[in-house]
């Protein structure tokens, strides 16, 4: 019987495995509440493992911490909240030149792999470039920069790439099977920036990315919330292999598979907007069967929720769910 991280892989490569590679992604507190309250999560058991690119973050007080860009943050009600960007001048001179990857990483992802020795794990970058210069010289600010001063911001995300180069090259040699960059170019109704701007500031850059992570045998991901459609064939040019998390409420999911899912995979699909949340659970199985039938065709899909299935999903609904990804995983749609 082939292993989790055979089936992710073989899905990957376009060839339909044995069944669909899936992974809950579920709030601890709804997960908790499920265990507690069903026996709906016995047996399932999650294909992939996420290690999440950790903030390295100094305390200012209970609320308010700096991260390692020297971006000052609040925290509130489990969420947030970028303050008083450090980049008042658009200079990229004045970006750190920081180590990306904090002490004790490598004893981390060892560990995880000793853990879960069958299973496909993927690292996983956050605010790699857009992301990240907008909370260093603020939304509004960042956004002009792109018209009025595109020298600064071309070298900016120079120094960003140096700095996840280093970065990857530190990852290679440990034992994962993926790397993924976390940048959020859409919105619910549309790309954020011009697909122009995108391909000025961003395709080759995130294509020397992908090189260096393909080059290495490993699988290159992206994640990039919101309505990406308008750049889709960019990231195939520029050698994506899984987009995620592919936002049902904001992408025709059978457009996507149809015009581009002989180049690439996807993780995600399954939205956490509508019915999951607010719909009856006949709603939430329909959800989730349709959308894994329509991206595990020939394989290519990672199943999984775009979100995290929020706390506030209703019981009946989170049952409904997870016991429609049990049916999915074995073609059952």
């Known amino acids: 019987m082939p292993s989790s991280r055979e089936r992710v892989l073989s899905a990957i490569d376009h060839r ?7 992974t809950l992604y579920i709030e601890p507190a709804l997960r908790q509440r499920l265990e507690r309250e069903t026996d709906v999560l016995d047996g399932c058991e999650d294909d992939t493992v996420r290690i999440l690119w950790e903030v390295v973050a100094e305390d200012i007080d209970e609320q308010n911490f700096r991260d390692p860009f020297g971006v000052r943050w609040i925290r509130s009600e489990g969420a947030y909240f970028y303050k008083n960007p450090p980049l008042d001048q658009p200079d990229a001179a004045r970006i750190p030149r920081i180590r990306l990857l904090p002490e004790g990483e490598r004893e981390r992802i060892i ?20 992301e990240r210069l907008w909370t260093l010289r603020g939304m509004e600010d ?20 140096e700095l996840h180069l280093e970065a990857v090259d530190e990852l ?10 976390g940048d959020d170019f859409g919105s619910q109704k549309g790309m954020m920036i011009s697909p122009a701007l995108f391909r000025t500031f961003y395709k080759d850059r995130l294509a020397i990315l992908y090189r260096r992570v393909r080059d290495a045998g490993l699988v290159a991901g992206a994640h990039s919330c919101g309505d990406n459609t308008e750049i889709m064939g960019d990231f195939v040019d520029i050698g994506l292999q899984v987009f995620h998390p592919l936002q049902s409420e904001c992408m025709d999911i059978r457009k996507i598979k149809r015009e581009f899912g002989q180049d690439l995979s996807f993780r995600g699909g399954i939205g956490v907007q509508g019915a999951l949340v607010y719909g009856a659970p006949d709603q939430v199985r329909m959800e989730v069967l349709n959308a894994a039938k329509i991206l595990s065709a020939g394989g290519g899909y990672l199943m999984e929720s775009c979100k995290p299935l929020p706390a506030e999903t209703p019981l009946d609904n989170a049952v409904a769910f997870v016991t429609a990804l049990k049916d999915a995983v074995s073609y059952n749609f």
Do not use: W
């Open 172 to 181: 290679i040699g440990l034992p994962i099977d993926g790397i993924t960059f």
């Open 111 to 130: 560990s995880l792999r000793r853990a879960n020795p069958d299973k496909f794990i993927y690292y996983q970058f956050t605010m790699t470039y857009g």
């Open 142 to 161: 960042y956004l002009m920069d792109m018209i009025s001063e595109p020298d600064f911001i071309h070298a900016a995300l120079d120094i960003l790439l």
């Open 16 to 22: 339909q495995p044995d069944r669909v590679p899936a």
